[in-house]
């Protein structure tokens, strides 16, 4: 088969599946905007979005023109690619970005598949979740409408969808839901996984400390330090955690920027600050600041080896994409405390592969982290199942990269 990829960000989510195509011998060309490291059996072609929204344009309809300019890139782009003889059996595009929009225009003879990531809703899931930071706008289930709109101009041309949790397909409407296939990206479980052995180094004021399995080590990570994933519900529980246990150290990774959501107000002098400012603000008066590592953002391995040394894990979220992370902190045996939101569930379940905790109730967490700080053998027991699970559901090899193939191979025998 001819395959084209397409993903802003390429890889992505396609990381393993392309190079996997490729290898059975076809020929597997990616359209991208940003850069991307050279990828085995792939064809790279990058192209630019140079055409700029206009003056005026309704709020509503902001989005889905900065897409409209995106999948016109991407037209032309495939346009070329038609010229130099190029024709797709299939199409597989993550469509948020706009870019897949015009491509059967170019190629009507091609299957399209796309990644169904998020499908925005008025209620029920991010918007709205967390009241500490006001209601909803009065317009923002018109914005959102506008903002799926992208999708639903996909839903009459896709074939079929995939998506990497049953929360996630469920989001979709009908009649394209029942087209969504549930396979995860997948993670690499034979090369996540305990290391006894494994150590990190993190910076203090008298000097680099090394911190290992016999240390008491509270892991938490976020892409970027932000509401989303918890962040302000993690720092309200340290000064309990952090009381509770003087010997405890706390490793904090990610970034300053903003992900998802708003971007933090700025402060009172009108100077601009960060999420992690606010709330380390709000709570660093009780906090042992001695003791509290933000070590930023890291190089996948020493991330890992954070994960490796992790006592216990926090991962919190809003109802919203499900992070790797948590994934591979359960391939990596962590002890988790999680949140109690969609779609950690199908990840977490309480008292089996992990523990759950009402998302708003700092107290709670912290005396969850506090008794699995006390009790090694019950972390034991929930970081080889949360293993377990992540191995059997989870693991690319075995499950997820062969049911990525299948899905995309059942879209030629459609």
Sequence with gaps: MNILFVHQNFPGQFKHLAPAMARQGHR????????????????????????????GTHRWLADLEVKTLRGEAAWQAALKL??????PDVIVAHPGWGESLFLQHVWPQARLGIYCEFFYQAQGADTG??????????????????????????????????????????????????????????????QIKPDPSARIRVQTAEGVLQLGRDDEVIT??????????????????????????????????????????????????????????????????????????FVGKVPYADFLRVLQVSTVHVYLTYPFVLSWSLLEAMSAGCAIVASDTAPVREAIRHGE??????????????????????????????????????????????RCLPGQMAWLNGLVDH
Aim: glycine fraction near 6%; charged fraction near 20%.
């Design 353 to 398: 592969t992990g523990q759950l905790v009402d998302f708003f109730d700092p107290a709670a967490l912290a005396q969850q982290v506090i008794d699995l700080c006390k009790n090694p053998a019950e972390r034991a027991r929930l970081g080889a199942q949360a293993r377990a699970f992540a191995v059997e559901h989870y693991d690319l090899e075995t």
């Design 82 to 87: 038609r010229e130099q003889g190029f024709a």
């Design 129 to 190: 979740f967390d009241p500490e930071f006001g209601p909803p706008e009065a317009d923002s289930a018109c914005r959102l409408q506008m903002k799926n709109a992208n999708y639903e101009l996909h839903f009459a041309r896709a074939h079929a969808g995939i998506a990497p949790t049953h929360w996630q397909a469920s989001l979709f409407p009908e009649p394209f839901a029942s087209r969504i296939a549930v396979v995860h990206d997948g993670i690499r479980t034979d």
């Design 220 to 293: 938490f990570v976020n892409r970027n330090l932000e509401p989303y994933r918890g962040y302000h519900q993690f720092m309200r529980a340290l000064p309990a955690i952090l009381k509770a246990r003087p010997k405890a150290r706390v490793v904090i990774i990610g970034g300053n920027e903003v992900s998802y959501g708003a971007a933090p107000p700025p402060g009172p002098d009108g100077q601009a600050q960060t999420w992690r400012e606010i709330f380390l603000n709000e709570v660093k008066g009780e906090l042992d600041l001695s003791r509290v590592h």
């Design 28 to 55: 597997v060309v990616a359209l991208h905007i940003n850069a991307c490291p050279p990828v085995p059996g792939v064809e790279l072609v990058r192209y630019a979005v140079t055409a700029r929204p206009g003056q």
